[in-house]
Nanobody, 122 residues
Framework: VQLQASGGGLVQAGGSLRLSCAASGRTFSSYLMGWFRQAPGKEREFVAA????????YYDDSVKGRFTISRDNAKNTVYLQMNSLKPEDTAVYYC????????????????WGQGTQVTVSS
């Protein structure tokens, strides 16, 4: 599966952005999807993940209550709605896919998008 992330940009603190990740292929609904982010000088970290059907979601504590992950299998797309953004949310955001169980571990995801930059100004 090939992934293409989009929707990043520059936003003021307290603002919102919605990221999209479009997937190629006919088997999108068989993949678990995750969002990760990487700030300058830091390791890539887990943000959120969603099950095949969208019925289960998982969030890092740092974004819980502010970010919402969702998916539309008919459109082969996963979304990350980001509200109440903070300067510390500034990073390149990546979408990723894997089969089997949900995990927060970066190295357990098999497919990655190219990343989209999110910058939150104070």
């Amino acid at each position: 599966v090939q992934l293409q992330a989009s929707g990043g940009g520059l936003v003021q603190a307290g603002g919102s952005l919605r990221l999209s990740c479009a997937a190629s292929g006919r088997t999108f609904s068989s993949y678990l999807m995750g969002w990760f982010r990487q700030a300058p000088g830091k390791e890539r970290e887990f943000v959120a993940a969603i099950s095949w059907s969208g019925g289960s979601t998982y969030y890092d504590d740092s974004v819980k209550g502010r970010f919402t992950i969702s998916r539309d299998n008919a459109k082969n797309t996963v979304y990350l709605q980001m509200n109440s953004l903070k300067p510390e949310d500034t990073a390149v955001y990546y979408c990723a896919a894997r089969r089997t169980v949900i995990t927060t571990r970066t190295y357990e995801y098999d497919y990655w998008g190219q990343g989209t930059q999110v910058t939150v100004s104070s």
